[in-house]
């Protein structure tokens, strides 16, 4: 009853406020090779857009012009116009691009080639690769400080963290967490990276300054099985106070209070859930979950599950844009 | 017999060397000619040296797509080698792999002690029972740990399990509990069973009925196909065996699914679309459980059989995975304990600490009572992967992986 009054409450501000002025999420679908444009006012899919061959990793420009999408079965990154919804360019990326983060200040992109174990970094302007640095097997997490001035990777069989100075692409620091580190999340402030390993079912939180684990967060889950427990997509409230972890196929995402390092609650989302993303407003976090083909949105006040919206085959990613009017 | 392998592992350290600019040390060591001189002196290189000992014989398969291929299960503990220098190079780690081959039933023990005086303190065995049996106490009384990469018997984690060494192939009763539970879930529950006349036919065959008793499947019939010593393929063979199959499977009685027990590649294949009643066929033809599936992209998947294929050619096969596996479990340890103390990698393997991600959706540990890796069982055809097991609804109150194979309270081992 509670989350459909929420439900509700939600959809009236949407409508009050006016379709135009809602942010738009977009979804990568990894199947069915499209993107969905969700309008996060009235919780509907408003245009799926056709993209390139196993679409994961997704991001947009902090002017909200250009979605980068790693189109991983195509080997490069699409740039789709916000305004046209059509494809306007492709970046070089390397083979398989996986996951990939926006530096701070949208120059630069630095993405994971899984297959070659290397990290490229990308000039968007010009379309140059810049570097290309060799990490351990699998990398596929990507995290930047807010500085911009380091870059963390995770390689998903060699287990660790590595620290790279984005002036000089070098790894700095190696640090060793558990089995297959999936992604990682820096927090405002820099001070931490947050980084999850789906297999180690835990979260490792390190301090930037001396590059040590300082703190390891597990899950338990009244009836399910320690295995189903897999933590993928990180991010953290702009106010630094608590994290959303995406825990897979435990179909659930886990509310931490950054401060006790304590999970304040489970959320029940869909199946599979892989990946975050906060809307710009911070009122809403929305979650992929891959198996059951839809999105959920929280409410990050009440952290309640308000709405399910169904959107292509296994969507993998999401992005919200960070300015309202975005036309559709 | 001994005959060493030529230098694929050379290749491999090479092509590393070319791409992986290792930061702050050691690129120039990974191709094992340079001294131990490094940009930081603080990071000391670490060899560790692992030994692979296989027997092995050219084999005739009923298929010429079923001919194991030259270096099945080596080719997978290169590739291991590979990823465990890629971290190693973090970490000032040097692995090598060195492969000794022995015929199937040669004595061993000559080329496990060439093993151990070269300084191999781990070595991936790929023989026999017998072969294997009769290394274990030499490597014991030498500190060797063992990792059992390609024999699937159940005695060997039983009535002969040893300490000193660790499976990372699952066993038969494994293989035919992943494909029973497979069968009981679709609800098909009568089976009939045709074995053949080699020992390790009938050790499959007694791995099935074991398992219709475990999970409620009913062996309505069974049936023996003697190996009279026919040739495995022929010119006009196929015209004979279109007659010969439906006669041999007419008497069955009515079932849901014709099982097949043929390790030895005598008939199996010969039995689907052939059988008198149209049945599905599984067992060692048709629906066939697996340590992996050369098909699989589920949990990262795609990675391990890109790399694979990248490296060697082909397919990623069932022993390459067991020898991946085991061959990252010791990377796992070297990083885990910063170093290549052979006590202290020993102890974090039989550690709670101690898990493997091996793409099978789950983390993967060992059985304390008998040593055996825990692991879902692939079940595919020879195109792709129709099911893992567990499955759904088969529950355990340790690990639902237990489900599989012998059990806790049944084991017959006693590890001293």
């Given at each position: 009853?509670?989350?459909?009054?929420?439900?509700?409450?939600?959809?009236a501000?949407?409508?009050?406020?006016?379709?135009?002025?809602?942010?738009?999420?977009?979804?990568?679908?990894?199947?069915?090779?499209?993107?969905?444009?969700?309008?996060?006012?009235?919780?509907?899919?408003?245009?799926?857009?056709?993209?390139?061959?196993?679409?994961?990793?997704?991001?947009?420009?902090?002017?909200?012009?250009?979605?980068?999408?790693?189109?991983?079965?195509?080997?490069?990154?699409?740039?789709?116009?916000?305004?046209?919804?059509?494809?306007?360019?492709?970046?070089?990326?390397?083979?398989?691009?996986?996951?990939?983060?926006?530096?701070?200040?949208?120059?630069?992109?630095?993405?994971?080639?899984?297959?070659?174990?290397?990290?490229?970094?990308?000039?968007?302007?010009?379309?140059?690769?810049?570097?290309e640095i060799?990490?351990?097997?699998?990398?596929?997490?990507?995290?930047?400080?807010?500085?911009?001035?380091?870059?963390i990777?995770?390689?998903?069989?060699?287990?660790?963290?590595?620290?790279?100075?984005?002036?000089?692409?070098?790894?700095?620091?190696?640090?060793?967490?558990?089995?297959?580190?999936?992604?990682?999340?820096?927090?405002?402030?820099?001070?931490?990276?947050?980084?999850?390993?789906?297999?180690?079912?835990?979260?490792?939180?390190?301090?930037?300054?001396?590059?040590?684990?300082?703190?390891?967060?597990?899950?338990e889950?009244a009836?399910?099985?320690?295995?189903?427990?897999?933590?993928?997509?990180?991010?953290?409230?702009?106010?630094?106070?608590?994290?959303?972890?995406?825990?897979?196929?435990?179909?659930?995402?886990?509310?931490?209070?950054?401060?006790?390092?304590e999970?304040?609650?489970?959320?029940?989302?869909?199946?599979?859930?892989?990946?975050?993303?906060?809307?710009?407003?911070?009122?809403?976090?929305?979650?992929?979950?891959?198996?059951?083909?839809d999105?959920?949105?929280?409410?990050?006040?009440?952290?309640?599950?308000?709405?399910?919206?169904t959107?292509?085959?296994?969507p993998?990613?999401?992005?919200?844009?960070?300015?309202?009017?975005?036309?559709? | 017999?001994?005959?060493?392998?030529?230098g694929?592992?050379?290749?491999?350290?090479?092509?590393?060397?070319?791409?992986?600019?290792?930061?702050?040390?050691?690129?120039?060591?990974?191709?094992?000619?340079?001294?131990?001189?490094?940009?930081?002196?603080?990071?000391?290189?670490?060899?560790?040296?692992?030994?692979?000992?296989?027997?092995?014989?050219?084999?005739?398969?009923?298929?010429?797509?079923?001919v194991?291929?030259?270096?099945?299960?080596?080719?997978?503990?290169?590739?291991?080698?590979?990823?465990?220098?890629?971290?190693?190079?973090?970490?000032?780690?040097?692995?090598?792999?060195?492969?000794?081959?022995?015929?199937?039933?040669?004595?061993?023990?000559?080329?496990?002690q060439?093993?151990?005086?070269?300084?191999?303190?781990?070595?991936?065995?790929?023989?026999?029972?017998?072969?294997?049996?009769?290394?274990?106490?030499?490597?014991?009384?030498?500190?060797?740990?063992?990792?059992?990469?390609?024999?699937?018997?159940?005695?060997?984690?039983?009535?002969?399990?040893?300490?000193?060494?660790?499976h990372?192939i699952?066993?038969?009763?494994?293989?035919?509990?992943?494909?029973?539970?497979?069968?009981?879930?679709?609800?098909?529950?009568?089976?009939?069973?045709?074995?053949?006349?080699?020992?390790?036919?009938?050790?499959?065959?007694?791995?099935?009925?074991?398992?219709?008793?475990?999970?409620?499947?009913?062996?309505?019939?069974?049936?023996?196909?003697?190996?009279?010593?026919?040739?495995?393929?022929?010119?006009?063979?196929?015209?004979?065996?279109?007659?010969?199959?439906?006669?041999?499977?007419?008497?069955?009685?009515?079932?849901?699914?014709?099982?097949?027990?043929?390790?030895?590649?005598?008939?199996?294949?010969?039995?689907?679309f052939?059988?008198?009643?149209?049945?599905?066929?599984?067992?060692?033809?048709?629906?066939?459980?697996?340590?992996?599936?050369?098909?699989?992209?589920?949990?990262?998947?795609?990675?391990?059989?890109?790399?694979?294929?990248?490296?060697?050619?082909?397919?990623?096969?069932?022993?390459?995975?067991?020898?991946?596996?085991?061959?990252?479990?010791?990377?796992?340890?070297?990083?885990?304990?910063?170093?290549?103390?052979?006590?202290?990698?020993?102890?974090?393997?039989?550690?709670?600490?101690?898990?493997?991600?091996?793409?099978?959706?789950?983390?993967?540990?060992?059985?304390?009572?008998?040593?055996?890796?825990?692991?879902?069982?692939?079940?595919?055809?020879?195109?792709?992967?129709?099911?893992?097991?567990?499955?759904?609804?088969?529950?355990h109150?340790m690990?639902?992986?237990?489900?599989?194979?012998?059990?806790?309270?049944?084991?017959?081992?006693?590890?001293?």
């Open positions: 009853m509670q989350r459909r009054a929420c439900a509700l409450a939600i959809l501000t949407g409508f009050m406020a006016g379709p135009a002025s809602a942010y738009m999420a977009y979804v990568s679908n990894e199947k069915d090779n499209t993107m969905s444009v969700v309008d996060t006012a009235t919780m509907q899919v408003v245009k799926t857009v056709n993209v390139g061959q196993r679409p994961r990793g997704i991001t947009i420009s902090h002017d909200g012009k250009h979605i980068y999408l790693c189109a991983s079965d195509d080997d490069s990154i699409e740039v789709i116009d916000t305004a046209s919804l059509e494809i306007v360019d492709t970046l070089p990326s390397g083979p398989d691009p996986e996951l990939f983060v926006l530096s701070p200040d949208g120059k630069t992109l630095y993405i994971a080639n899984e297959d070659d174990n290397l990290v490229t970094v990308i000039d968007i302007e010009n379309k140059k690769v810049l570097a060799p990490v351990g097997v699998e990398p596929e997490g990507m995290g930047v400080s807010p500085d911009g001035k380091i870059m990777n995770t390689s998903e069989t060699t287990n660790m963290a590595h620290f790279i100075d984005t002036s000089t692409h070098e790894i700095t620091d190696n640090v060793l967490v558990d089995a297959r580190p999936r992604f990682v999340e820096f927090t405002p402030d820099g001070k931490q990276a947050w980084v999850t390993a789906e297999i180690g079912g835990t979260v490792s939180v390190i301090d930037n300054q001396t590059r040590e684990v300082v703190q390891k967060i597990t899950f889950i009836g399910l099985r320690a295995e189903s427990i897999q933590p993928v997509g990180v991010r953290i409230t702009a106010d630094g106070k608590k994290a959303y972890v995406a825990l897979g196929p435990a179909n659930r995402v886990a509310v931490i209070n950054t401060q006790t390092y999970v304040e609650k489970y959320v029940l989302v869909g199946q599979r859930v892989w990946q975050l993303a906060f809307t710009p407003d911070q009122k809403t976090i929305i979650s992929t979950n891959g198996v059951s083909n999105i959920t949105f929280i409410d990050v006040e009440t952290d309640e599950p308000v709405q399910s919206v959107v292509g085959a296994l993998w990613g999401v992005v919200v844009s960070p300015n309202l009017n975005q036309p559709n | 017999m001994t005959s060493a392998v030529p694929t592992l050379a290749a491999f350290l090479c092509f590393f060397s070319l791409t992986v600019n290792v930061p702050g040390a050691l690129a120039q060591e990974a191709t094992g000619k340079q001294p131990a001189a490094t940009a930081k002196p603080e990071k000391k290189l670490t060899e560790i040296k692992i030994g692979y000992l296989r027997a092995y014989a050219p084999q005739l398969a009923l298929s010429v797509l079923d194991p291929p030259r270096d099945e299960g080596v080719a997978g503990g290169n590739v291991a080698i590979a990823d465990n220098n890629t971290t190693g190079s973090f970490l000032g780690q040097k692995f090598s792999l060195d492969v000794i081959e022995v015929k199937p039933d040669a004595d061993v023990v000559a080329a496990f060439e093993m151990i005086a070269k300084g191999d303190r781990y070595v991936i065995a790929d023989l026999s029972v017998k072969q294997l049996l009769s290394i274990a106490d030499l490597a014991r009384d030498n500190g060797v740990l063992i990792f059992n990469a390609g024999a699937t018997d159940d005695s060997l984690r039983e009535e002969e399990c040893r300490a000193n060494i660790f990372t699952p066993t038969r009763s494994m293989l035919a509990d992943g494909l029973a539970q497979y069968l009981i879930w679709k609800q098909w529950r009568r089976w009939v069973l045709i074995f053949g006349s080699h020992q390790r036919d009938q050790l499959f065959a007694e791995a099935l009925r074991r398992a219709a008793t475990r999970f409620g499947g009913e062996i309505v019939g069974e049936k023996l196909f003697e190996d009279t010593g026919t040739a495995r393929r022929t010119d006009s063979g196929v015209v004979q065996i279109q007659r010969q199959m439906p006669v041999f499977t007419q008497d069955l009685p009515e079932h849901d699914v014709l099982l097949v027990a043929d390790e030895s590649e005598v008939f199996g294949t010969y039995v689907p052939r059988t008198w009643t149209p049945r599905p066929v599984a067992g060692t033809a048709g629906l066939t459980p697996s340590a992996w599936h050369p098909a699989s992209e589920q949990w990262g998947g795609t990675q391990i059989q890109n790399r694979f294929a990248k490296a060697n050619g082909r397919r990623m096969m069932s022993k390459d995975m067991a020898a991946w596996t085991a061959v990252r479990i010791l990377g796992e340890a070297a990083t885990r304990t910063q170093g290549a103390d052979p006590r202290k990698m020993a102890d974090f393997i039989r550690s709670d600490d101690f898990s493997i991600a091996a793409f099978k959706g789950q983390k993967l540990t060992f059985r304390k009572w008998n040593q055996q890796l825990r692991q879902p069982i692939f079940l595919g055809d020879n195109r792709s992967v129709v099911s893992t097991s567990p499955q759904e609804g088969f529950l109150q690990s639902e992986l237990d489900t599989l194979g012998v059990d806790e309270p049944e084991t017959k081992c006693v590890l001293e």
